[in-house]
Structures are given as structure tokens and as C-alpha cells.
């Protein structure tokens, strides 16, 4: 058994989303998670923001854009007029289910309803399709299947025994699909992942069946080992393993969501990330194992305030750090990179909307100085730890770049580097360059 996801971009057009079920071939079950259309939960994130300063009106201009949008998609998608009516209906029932949210008071539960349209539109539409090709099948509604726990975290056993009562029940059924990103919380209620939560609904689904692999299809031919937006001849990795490729979903990398790792790891269950466009190319596999010691890949993260606490009266004093972490708990606000010196601590951050009243508390500790428009360089491999000189190159290429501050020996996968954000594009075609296509150096 398989896990097949397909995000927004693979999706995002009437011939990109027809070419799916070709891509499902074979007798072997296969379970597929579908993210939202390209865009379309952009503009549910547009409405909620309009029902949260009162614009109803707003809202509906957005609700409108949206029905014209997926008028032409499925006017695009069918070309047979008994499938193409009944997506029709589909689709203006969810228009008007829409509308009528925009009626309610705006709480939590309408917000997330709201996001839900998404996956519940693409997966109505894929059902319609698989009808229209005489496809066998079975849909299964996620928060059914997928339930978080008094914590908030997926109820695992749960998941695991829905989806072995659906699998038991329909023997002969070898294609179920679901949405991604959508689930149920504690209470019952309709609740979410977070963006980029399709990823996350892939793996644990796959953990929860120990499936042989899970497959995560997007629009490139697998990781790449630079970023392709800022850096020319960019090329896709063969192999990473998952702490490499944690890493990687962590600082930037946009083909892995951050938290689609750890459920595969735990039940070692390969990654394969493949593209639509280009199917016969191998992709990228994220397994166990290692490949000897390499510099793998490159990723950055933009968005980043650097925070510097100065204190000579209480720094490295008994309880300092815990007083400083627990400020940044408190407001939920998660720290990337960490340094401290004996005058000093300095760390990063990328959320900045609780920054004003964290400084406050943390000038009571100490002098703050804070730095914002920073970007964190990260350069992911194996062992890099054990390789003499694998730090001095990622230095030597960045030597006429000044660097804030380095996060080295946390992790034997990563050096993090903090940068101002208007070097970011010469660090990363430097490291490029000197990392990968420097011949003379063999670091990967």
C-alpha cells in the first residue's frame, strides 16, 4: 500500500488535475490525499480576513472571484455534460455553503470551516472525475478518519483503526481518497492542521497504515540543493535521509511541510517527492539511510528578528536561559538559532507579532538590542560534524559576506548562519558556486 499526495500546484490547472488518475495505475491500494487548488486557500485566508474587520462585503467580492474560478476550472475540466452538471451543482453548493458562513458570527469554528473549503472543493471535483472515468473507489471525509487529541496532537490509534475498519470493509476497494490539512479536534468540531498541513495528513496517514512508501507529488523534480528562485543550475537530490531532509522542510525547503517527517521516520517509511509535470523523473528519496559524509543542500529563511539580551549582572547567573526561554513560551513564539556568550545571548526568531511585549519583559533581565529584515543561511548534510574543514568551506564561501551569527554542533546535519536579508542572494549563489560546482571540491 501507498500514500499519494498532490498539492496545490500539481492541481492547479484542468490539465494538470486530469492527468492525476493516470498517475494511480496498478492493483496495489492506494490511499490519496488531495491539498486545496492552487490559490484557492489564499483567498479563504482573504475572506477570513475581511469577516475579522467586519467586511462581509469583502468577503463576498472574494466568494465571487472564486465561484468565477471554478466555473471555468470545471467548465475546463468535463467534457461530458452528465459529469459536468453534477460538478457544477457540487461546486455552487459549496458556493453557497460559503455564503451562508459569511452570515455567521465570526468564532473559531466558521474561520476553520471556512479554510476547509478547499480540500472539500478539490476532492469533490476528483470524486466527479473518477465517476466520469468509471474509476472504483472509496471517499473518506478526514475529520471522520483524523481526530486531535485533548493536547492537540493526532489521535494516532484512532486514525489507525478508521482507516483499517474502511480498508476491511470495502476488500476489493483499491483507491481511497481524503482530504489533506482538514481533521477534527477533541470536541468533535471541524479544525485544521495549519498551512502546508496536506504533507503532515499524507505521513500520518501512512504511519498510521505502515504503508511501504508515502509519495508527496508537486511541480519540481524533487529537493533541490539551492533554492531555484535565487540560484541558476539548481538540480534535484538523488537521496536524503530524514534528519537531512527535516532540516531542510525546516529552514525553507517549500517541498516538505517541516512536520511531514517525523510520523515516516518513526515507522521508517520512505518519502519519494515526485513532480506532475515530469513522472518519469526519479525524484527524491527521504529513507534511513546515509551516503557517507556530504554537503547536501541549501535552504534559507527569510522573515527573521534577531533578539540580543546584554547583562552583565544575571547572564550565565543560575536560571538566566530558563528566565529568557520562558518569556518566548509564554507568547508561543518559537526560537530558531541560539548563541550565548559570556556578555550575551542572542537568538532568532521568525514570528514577530508578540515581539513588542516579549522586549518589554526581557528588558528586565537585561539591555535588548533587536534586528530585523535577517535571513538564516542553512547548509544541510551528514556526519558534518565528523568531516575535518567541512565548516572552514562553508565559511571560506561566504567571506566577503558578514555573518551575525553561526549555529554549529546542535545538529549533525546543519550549519546555520545568520545574515543580513540584502546578502541573501549573493550568500546563496556563493555557497552554490563553491559548494557544488567548484570541481575541485568533493563535498557531495
Known amino acids: 500500500m501507498k500514500v499519494f499526495k498532490f498539492g496545490g500546484t500539481s492541481l492547479g490547472t484542468p490539465e494538470r488535475f486530469g492527468k492525476i488518475p493516470g498517475l494511480l495505475s496498478g492493483e496495489e491500494k492506494k490511499i490519496v490525499v488531495l491539498s486545496a487548488i492552487s490559490g484557492t486557500t489564499d483567498q479563504l485566508v482573504r475572506i477570513n480576513a475581511c469577516l475579522a474587520q467586519e467586511d462581509k462585503q469583502g ?21 461530458w455534460t452528465p459529469f459536468y452538471n453534477q460538478a457544477r451543482l457540487f461546486v455552487e453548493t459549496r458556493i453557497l455553503r460559503l455564503r451562508g458562513l459569511l452570515e455567521r458570527s465570526f468564532v473559531r469554528e466558521v474561520e476553520n470551516e471556512i479554510l476547509a473549503q478547499g480540500e472539500l472543493l478539490s476532492t469533490g471535483l476528483f470524486r466527479c472525475l473518477l465517476l466520469a472515468r468509471g474509476e472504483d473507489f472509496l471517499y473518506l471525509y478526514a475529520p471522520d478518519i483524523l481526530h486531535k487529541n485533548t493536547e492537540g496532537q493526532p489521535d494516532m490509534e484512532y486514525l489507525r483503526r478508521a482507516l483499517s475498519k474502511s480498508i476491511t470493509q470495502n476488500p476489493a476497494t483499491t483507491l481511497f481518497i481524503t482530504q489533506g490539512f482538514i481533521c477534527s479536534n477533541s470536541h468533535g468540531k471541524l479544525d485544521t492542521l495549519g498551512r502546508g498541513g496536506s504533507d503532515f495528513t499524507a505521513s500520518l496517514i501512512g504511519a498510521a497504515l505502515e504503508v511501504d512508501e508515502i509519495q508527496i507529488w508537486t511541480d519540481v523534480d524533487g529537493v533541490h540543493n539551492n533554492d531555484p528562485r535565487w540560484v541558476e543550475e539548481t538540480r534535484p537530490i538523488p537521496e536524503l535521509s530524514y534528519d537531512e531532509a527535516d532540516e531542510l522542510a525546516y529552514f525553507g525547503a517549500k517541498v516538505l511541510h517541516p512536520a511531514c517527517v517525523f510520523p515516516a521516520k518513526q515507522r521508517n517509511i520512505p518519502i519519494r517527492i515526485k513532480n506532475t509535470l515530469n513522472p518519469e523523473a526519479p525524484g527524491t528519496l527521504v529513507h534511513e539511510g546515509r551516503k557517507g559524509s556530504s554537503i547536501k543542500a541549501v535552504a ?37 538559532m541560539i548563541s550565548t556568550s559570556e556578555v550575551s545571548v542572542s537568538l532568532t526568531i521568525d514570528d514577530n507579532s508578540s515581539l513588542g511585549q516579549i522586549v518589554q519583559e526581557l528588558k528586565e533581565l537585561g539591555v535588548v538590542e533587536v534586528d530585523e529584515n535577517q535571513t538564516i543561511v542553512c547548509v544541510v548534510g551528514d556526519f558534518m560534524a565528523e568531516k575535518p574543514g567541512m565548516v572552514r568551506i562553508v565559511l571560506n564561501a561566504l567571506r566577503e559576506i558578514p555573518v551575525r551569527m553561526i549555529s554549529y ?12 536579508e540584502q546578502d541573501k542572494d549573493k550568500a546563496l549563489r556563493a555557497l552554490h558556486h563553491h559548494l557544488f560546482l567548484n570541481r575541485e571540491i568533493h563535498v557531495n
Request: glycine share 8%.
Open 59 to 79: 468577503a463576498g467580492t472574494v466568494v465571487n472571484e472564486l465561484e468565477r474560478f471554478y466555473s471555468k476550472f470545471i467548465y475546463s475540466l468535463f467534457d
Open 300 to 336: 534559507v529563511k527569510g522573515g527573521i528578528t534577531a533578539v540580543r539580551i546584554r547583562s552583565a549582572r544575571m547572564l550565565m547567573a543560575y536560571g538566566f536561559l530558563r528566565k529568557v526561554f520562558e518569556i518566548f513560551e509564554r507568547y508561543e513564539t518559537p526560537i530558531d
Open 409 to 420: 554542533g546542535g545538529s549533525m546535519n546543519n550549519v546555520s548562519l545568520l545574515l543580513h
